[in-house]
């Protein structure tokens, strides 16, 4: 039975889009840069394979990209109202690779009060895909890994570590890595989604 859901935040409740435009638009205005066309098409086919898309098709194209921009980013539509009736009957957390501060943003973003669990990389010193952040967060939590679910974006980074520890799994198809083509898929989440209000068709 699961009694606690644990969340990614980029791509899966933020959406990073204009995050990415910004370091788009930032290696695209250097000299040397290529048509925009065809760096879009480079994004695209590495999203396929890396999760650093963006910044390998700069080092492709000998461009740099400037620095992640947080303050672009923004919830998903729904994605408050999702958490909130998940709350009502789970035990929210999150796991999630973030530099610092990120459970400030959370606040500012109105969904901090959803969780009960809280557990970013640049505080535990820990990062995903590494199992030992997800272990972390199930100590925390006061929770079996069988009790437990996983929702994330990237297949490499959520799904299959998720998996291995014994949690279920659902794979959110949104952002830059919906169809991303990782090695792992061969491992399967237990369910796909394409945006926030499937879960609650799911939970």
Not at 92 to 121: C, H, P, Y
């Amino acid at each position: 039975m699961i009694t606690h859901i644990f969340f990614d935040l980029g791509s899966t409740l933020y959406d990073e889009s204009a995050c990415i435009a910004k370091r788009i638009d930032g290696a695209l205005s250097q000299a040397g840069a290529p048509p925009r066309e065809v760096f879009i098409q480079k994004v695209n086919e590495l999203a396929m394979m890396s999760w650093q898309s963006v910044k390998d098709a700069a080092e492709f194209f000998g461009l740099a990209v400037p620095p992640w921009d947080s303050s672009l980013e923004r919830l998903y539509p729904g994605a408050a109202e999702v958490l909130e009736a998940l709350s009502k009957k789970y035990s929210l957390g999150v796991i999630a690779n973030q530099s610092a501060g990120g459970e400030a943003r959370m606040a500012e973003r109105g969904i901090r009060k959803f969780f009960d669990t809280v557990v970013l990389s640049a505080e535990a010193g820990v990062a995903k895909p590494d199992p030992e952040i997800f272990r972390l967060a199930l100590r925390l939590s006061g929770c079996k890994a069988e009790n437990a679910a996983m929702v994330g974006d990237r297949a490499d980074n959520d799904i299959a570590p998720a998996k291995r520890l014994g949690m279920k799994t659902v794979w959110v198809r949104q952002g830059i890595f919906a169809e991303a083509r990782f090695s792992c898929l061969d491992e399967g989440a237990d369910y796909i989604v394409y945006n926030l209000r499937e879960l609650l068709g799911i939970f």
